[in-house]
């Protein structure tokens, strides 16, 4: 599949396409969800979607990587040096490296703005020193680096109908509610590495201190903070949902289909009673092939009746 894709895509140098394959294996194996609702694009566009994903999950792989032998000093020296070298890689044109080859290519190809690229990569570094966070505000300002940019980094490829300042904000709010479904899930896999995604306002609201997550019981000051914070994570999917019909039509089942399976991860934490201490809920293989099935009808009929699947950009 990822060879039709590339040749859809008019890729065609070998190392460019060995490249954007390394990319689309990190997606596939560590974004099961994403890859998932990413094969509801059309073809041409599945490679650009791959080397965005790729690059962000290479970079918190480094960080995330507990078994690595690097100090955090030393990771952080590493995000700084590969940041900046990728700068380079883009106003060059090209690059040698394995992983940014693709995605300086997408960069370009796609006019992403660069300040994206770096606000993810401080972001990245926050992980590094910043083990929790005081408010909603503080937690929005990491947030912004490691998830709303990630939204923001597809708008082009999704092609809005509308102006990209009016498609902007949904596509920043579904990528911050992703990542809310992501820290919801993790709390236990979070609390591992020593950090904690819920803000410490909302843990002393409902009585709940770090030991006490620390301690693995869920009890029902636990299910209340939850239960609060998948509220506020819904309300967010409800913004961003107001933004799907502003795409291209072929590129609506792919979001639609997100939206849907980011969504159940949150019915998923409530049916398994809030245990996300000790293990992680999942959304089943069945129920992500039961969204992704009506999805494919949809992304199919929306090629027919636009015509066309949107622009191939230029290399």
């Known amino acids: 599949m990822s060879a039709r894709e590339l040749d859809a895509a008019g890729i065609t140098d070998p190392e460019l396409r060995a490249s954007y394959e390394a990319c689309r294996r990190l997606n596939a194996s560590h974004g ?12 041409h566009k599945r490679p650009y979607v791959h080397a965005l994903y790729g690059f962000a999950r290479y970079a918190d792989e480094i960080v995330d990587d507990l078994a690595s032998t690097l100090s955090d000093a030393e990771k952080a020296e590493w995000l700084i040096t590969w940041g900046a070298q990728f700068v380079e890689d883009v106003k060059n044109g090209g690059s040698d490296h394995p992983i940014s080859k693709a995605v300086v290519d997408t960069v370009r190809r796609w006019d992403i703005p660069m300040s994206y690229i770096e606000d993810f990569l401080a972001s990245m570094r926050m992980d590094l020193t910043v083990t929790e966070y005081a408010t909603y505000e503080d937690l929005m300002v990491y947030m912004h680096g490691s998830a709303a ?3 923001l980094q597809m708008v082009p490829v999704l092609e809005p109908l509308v102006p990209r300042e009016v498609a902007d904000p949904y596509a920043a709010d579904l990528g911050i509610a992703f990542q809310l479904s992501n820290f919801i899930r993790d709390v236990g896999e979070d609390l591992q590495r020593g950090r904690i995604y819920l803000p410490m306002e909302d ?3 409902f009585d709940v201190t770090r030991e006490h997550l620390e301690r693995g019981v869920v009890d029902a000051s636990i299910r209340r903070l939850l239960a609060f914070e998948i509220a506020r994570t819904r309300e967010m999917y409800r913004t961003a949902r107001q933004g799907v019909r502003l795409l291209h039509p072929t590129s609506r089942p792919c979001i639609e289909t997100a939206l849907t399976l980011y969504g159940g991860i949150l019915d998923e934490v409530g049916r398994a009673d ?27 009929r929306a090629r027919q009746e636009s015509g066309h699947t949107g622009r191939t950009p230029a290399a």
């Open 32 to 43: 099961k969800t994403y890859y998932l609702a990413t094969l509801l694009l059309p073809k």
């Open 149 to 151: 940019v990630i939204g």
């Open 203 to 205: 843990l002393a609201a």
């Open 274 to 300: 809030y245990q996300v201490l000790t293990g992680r809920v999942r959304v089943s293989r069945a129920k992500r092939a039961c969204v992704a099935g009506p999805g494919l009808v949809r992304a199919y």
